[in-house]
C-alpha cells in the first residue's frame, strides 16, 4: 500500500488507498483498478463530478460512473453542509474522518445483510489548509425511487393492488430497519428520502437503507430507547411532509410496528407505548416547518414539489 501521507486514516479491511496529488481514493479492492480508469485523470475528476451531476437527492446530488461490462454503475455523492455552513463552505471539511465513518458504518451494514448500496471506497482532496473535499462510493441501484416518490405515486394505481403493495413495502422497511438496528447501527438522519424502492415485477417491491452519513455504530444490537428515538426521526419525515402522512395511515404505523417488534417478547405493550409516542412525534416541530415552507418550495424541495407528481408532473 503506497504511503498514507495525507491523512493519518486508514483504509478498512478489504479495501486499499491509492495516494495521488493532493488527494487519494480508498476503494474495494476488487474495483480498485475500474475505479481508477473510470476516475482518470485523477487532477479533473472533482470537475468532471460537478459536470456529471444528474439528479438530485439530498443536498448534494450524485454523479454515475459507469465502470464496464458486468461491473456496477458506481454512483458518487459529495458532502456538503447545509443550513448557515451552506453559505460559508459549502463542500468543505476538516479532515476525512467523516467520509472514514460512513465507508465503515456503510461497510458493517452491507456485510451484516441490512439491504443497502454496496459501498466502492471514498474520494478525498486538499482544498487548501485544513480543508478537505470529499465523496462516497457506491453501487447504483437501479430503477428505484425514495419512499416520497412512492407515495406520491401510489394513487395512481388500483385501490386494492395498492392496497396489497403498501402492506408488502411496510413490512419489507420493518424488517430491514430491524436488522440495522440489530446490527448496532444508529442511522444519523432516517427519512423518507433515505429508504429506496426498488419494484419487481409480480413480487413485493425491495426497499434499500442508503446514506449513512453521521451514522453511528456500537457493539452489539441497539437497546429498545435507541430503537425508538431513531424511529422516531422517521415519523417525524413521515408527519412533515403531508402528501406522505395522507398515504400511510395509523393503521400502516401499526403494520409497521407489528412487524418491526415481531420477536420481542413483549410485543403488544411495546406496540402501545411506541404507537403513542410515534402519534406526537413532530408536533414541536410543525412551526418550524410552517415558517420554512415557503423556501422549502421556492427552492423546489418543499411539498409542493411532490404534490405536483399526483398530478403527473416529472420528477
Not at 474495494?28 to 472533482?46: G, K
Not at 428520502?193 to 452489539?220: E, H, W
Not at 418491526?260 to 416547518?289: F, I, N, T
Request: hydrophobic share 40%; charged share 25%; aromatic share 8%.
Amino acid at each position: 500500500m503506497p504511503e498514507q501521507k495525507n491523512s493519518p486514516m486508514t483504509a478498512p479491511p478489504g479495501y486499499e488507498r491509492r495516494d495521488e496529488g493532493d488527494g487519494f481514493l480508498v476503494v474495494r479492492r476488487e474495483l480498485a483498478e475500474p475505479v481508477a480508469r473510470a476516475f482518470a485523470p485523477m487532477h479533473q475528476v472533482w470537475d468532471r463530478i460537478r459536470q456529471r451531476r444528474f439528479t438530485v437527492r439530498g443536498r448534494a446530488g450524485v454523479a454515475s460512473f459507469p465502470l464496464g461490462k458486468e461491473l456496477p454503475t458506481m454512483m458518487v455523492r459529495r458532502y456538503v453542509h447545509g443550513g448557515l455552513f451552506a453559505s460559508i463552505g459549502r463542500d468543505l471539511h476538516f479532515g476525512a474522518e467523516r467520509a472514514f465513518n460512513e465507508l465503515a458504518v456503510a461497510e458493517g451494514a452491507f456485510a451484516a445483510g441490512v439491504r443497502s448500496p454496496q459501498p466502492i471506497g471514498i474520494l478525498a482532496a486538499k482544498a487548501g489548509g485544513p480543508f478537505w473535499r470529499l465523496a462516497f462510493l457506491s453501487a447504483e441501484i437501479p430503477d428505484c425511487e425514495d419512499l416520497i416518490h412512492y407515495c406520491c405515486r401510489l394513487g395512481e394505481y388500483p385501490a386494492e393492488t395498492a392496497a396489497i403493495e403498501k402492506r408488502g413495502v411496510i413490512r419489507e422497511t420493518a424488517n430491514q430497519l430491524r436488522k440495522m438496528h440489530d446490527a448496532g447501527i444508529l442511522h444519523g438522519d432516517l427519512h423518507l428520502k433515505n429508504l429506496l424502492l426498488q419494484r419487481r415485477l409480480a413480487s413485493t417491491p425491495l426497499v434499500y437503507v442508503i446514506d449513512f452519513d453521521m451514522a453511528r455504530a456500537t457493539p452489539g444490537p441497539l437497546p429498545l430507547e435507541q430503537r425508538l428515538r431513531n424511529l422516531n426521526r422517521l415519523a417525524r419525515s413521515v408527519r412533515k411532509l403531508s402528501v406522505a402522512d395522507s398515504v400511510l395511515t395509523a393503521w400502516d404505523r401499526l403494520r409497521f410496528l407489528r412487524d418491526y417488534l415481531r420477536d420481542e417478547p413483549q410485543r403488544r405493550l411495546l406496540m402501545r407505548q411506541w404507537a403513542r409516542k410515534l402519534a406526537s412525534s413532530g408536533r414541536s416541530h410543525e412551526l418550524w416547518w410552517t415558517m420554512t415552507a415557503a423556501q422549502r418550495t421556492l427552492r423546489g424541495d418543499g411539498p409542493a414539489r411532490y404534490a405536483s407528481l399526483r398530478k403527473g408532473g416529472k420528477r
